[in-house]
């Protein structure tokens, strides 16, 4: 017996009266003395599990020590690489220490027994004959996760002349608990000669989880919600007329992108069990009126031009805008592809561009511009200031024109017009109403039919007709946007070299080259469609109830002024003459 037992048997001598045979069944007391103190595990490690001073798992530990002397302190971690899911650990922490602590009461008890077991028999034996020694063997025991995927191994000793820990033992072990998938072979192969091996927490295998699939998903190219956006520019000016509330599509363009869902991948537990997955759910396109599915159904296009919408439900294509009331402030500026319909006014300083045909059932005000890439139609008139701008590339119908610049490709009917300036490159239409022309220019390349042309004051009223006026007119904008750019680049150039010196000339140098190059197209059309009209000077002609004098009639070069008042008069070119009848 060693110095250390003998003290331990004087310190912990049994009371009176009790067998001897309980000496192997030590008091509490005594193991607490024997115990190692709880080894310094970090409190704040979720995978480290710290068990009482009472846990039969130490009292294991020290009958070992008893019989192999030195032995590592007992670890219990449940994740050493940390690579194991935090919120699994935490579940599963409570259920290892209940399971743990029946395994280890279970093998205390089956030690102590075999050890009762080996005295009796002892005993029994006759003296002279050897008896064979008995013990238990090494003794892997598995916790495994709730969901089957992880498993763990914590080794108990041999007890006796039991085996050690063998790769057969462990391998025959994990057969029997049915853990045959996943498994760590660099664990098995080095548990059998760690010397960490008893009494220490062990992954030992790791199955496969299941990954349920994605949801398929809609990618928007345009907002489903309309939201008021104002932009800054270089200046930190804002132009409150721009709220960008509406949003063109044109034919066949996508409005939205389907992300189809992705199959589940099914997993398997460390018990070579089959853990389903669930494939990602599909989600229909949000398909609504003019639009459609495209053939490999992944895409919504529009089916025409016009703004798209969500109603809630499904994005839709409206070819026709409304307007309940007034261009203002409320609606900003409109630029559309479609047709617009407008209840109220065109208030000033606002903008309404469409590819489509415009529809205005109040005034288009003074310093405005309305451009329609279809017909215009204005109700209630057009009172303008002389910056107000009005274009249409077919027809313009409006109850009178005032003050303003009408460019328009085909015809213009209308009960006056009053110091306009009018390209038309049909025919000029003035016979309901008033039927009058007073003041301005008129240059149709048709006719001109008014009731009446120009007033008894004889205020200046110029009627031209033939040619190509609205290719003039593009010509003549083109040319005073050159001058104004020429102008705004020697300003520039006259000030303090600066970044912001730098930027705007570089812009306006662009804007430059962009407007020279359209004037040199505009003159190359203009050579062509003169080289088609030779010989066709003469169709212009001029219809009108009363001519005043003052009225001045051109056909190209010629040009003819009235002296007297004209009723019931015809003009036209004859010869290479204005001949008025």
């Known amino acids: 017996m060693s110095i250390r037992d003998k003290l331990a048997s004087i310190l912990f001598k049994p009371k009176a009266g009790k067998p001897a045979e309980e000496e192997t069944h030590a008091p509490p007391a005594q193991l607490e003395q024997e115990m190692p103190e709880a080894p310094p595990f970090m409190a704040e490690d979720p995978a480290v599990i710290r068990l009482p001073g009472e846990h039969p798992l130490y009292q294991l530990y020290n009958l070992r020590r008893k019989e192999a002397g030195a032995l590592p302190t ?20 409570n259920r ?45 025991w598995f916790f495994v996760s709730s969901d089957k995927l992880y498993a763990w191994v914590l080794v108990f000793p041999p007890v006796g002349n039991g085996r050690e820990l063998s790769r057969e033992i462990l391998l025959g072990a994990m057969e029997e608990q049915g853990i045959v998938y996943g498994v760590d072979e660099r664990v098995v192969d080095r548990l059998p000669h760690d010397g960490n091996r008893y009494f220490t927490l062990f992954l030992a295998a790791q199955g496969k989880p299941a990954f349920d699939g994605k949801n398929g998903n809609i990618v928007d190219y345009f907002p489903r919600s309309v939201e008021r956006v104002l932009e800054v520019d270089e200046f930190d000016q804002v132009d409150y007329t721009a709220l960008n509330l509406i949003h063109n599509v044109k034919e066949g363009q996508e409005i939205c992108r389907l992300i189809r869902p992705t199959e589940g991948e099914p997993g398997r537990t460390v018990l070579d069990q089959e853990i389903p997955a669930k494939s990602g759910k599909a989600v229909p396109l949000p398909k609504g009126r003019n639009t459609e599915i495209s053939e490999d159904g992944d895409a919504l296009v529009a089916l025409s031009a016009g703004h798209v919408e969500f109603t809630g439900r499904s ?24 047709d617009v319909n407008i209840k109220g006014d065109v208030l000033t300083g606002f903008t309404v561009r469409a590819m489509g ?68 490159n049909g025919e000029v239409l003035v016979r309901s109403g008033r039927g009058a022309i007073m003041g301005g220019r008129v240059w149709a390349a048709q006719k001109v039919s008014a009731a009446v042309v120009g007033s008894k004051s004889e205020c200046r009223t110029a009627i031209a007709l033939g040619g190509l006026p609205c290719t003039n007119f593009e010509r003549e904008l083109v040319r005073k946007e050159l001058k104004q750019l020429e102008m ?28 020279e190059l359209r004037l040199q197209q505009l003159e190359e059309d ?35 002024r009235l002296r007297h008042e004209e009723r019931q008069c015809v003009a036209k070119m004859v010869c290479g003459e204005i001949v008025v009848m």
């Open 357 to 424: 045909s415009i529809w205005v059932g109040g005034v288009v005000e003074a310093g405005s511009t309305v451009e329609a890439g279809g017909d215009l139609t204005v109700v209630k008139g057009i009172l303008g200031d002389g910056t107000t701008t009005v274009r249409a590339q077919r027809c313009i119908f409006s109850k009178y024109v005032e003050n303003a610049t009408i460019y328009v490709r085909e015809n213009l009917q209308t009960d006056a017009i009053i110091n306009g300036s009018i390209y038309c």
């Open 74 to 93: 007992p670890r219990l971690c449940m994740d050493e690489d940390g690579v194991l899911p935090e919120d699994m650990v935490q579940k599963e922490r």
């Open 488 to 515: 705004e680049r020697e300003k520039l150039e006259c000030q303090l070299d600066s970044p912001v010196k730098e930027s705007l000339l570089s812009k306006v140098r662009v804007k430059l080259n962009t407007a």
């Open 96 to 140: 290892l220490q209940t399971a743990l602590k029946n395994a280890c009461g279970f093998r205390l008890k089956s030690t102590r027994n075999s050890g009762n077991k080996h005295k009796r028999d002892k005993k029994g034996e006759n003296e002279e004959q050897e008896p064979e020694s008995e013990g238990l063997d090494a003794f892997p």
């Open 315 to 338: 994005f839709q294509v409206k070819p026709v805008m409304d307007v309940p009331g007034n261009v203002d402030f409320s609606t900003g500026n409109i630029k559309f592809l479609g």
């Open 526 to 560: 203009l050579e062509d469609i003169r080289e088609e009209l030779r010989g066709r000077e003469e169709e212009g002609r001029l219809e009108c109830g009363v001519a005043y004098a003052g009225t001045e009639i051109s056909f190209g070069e010629e040009m003819v």
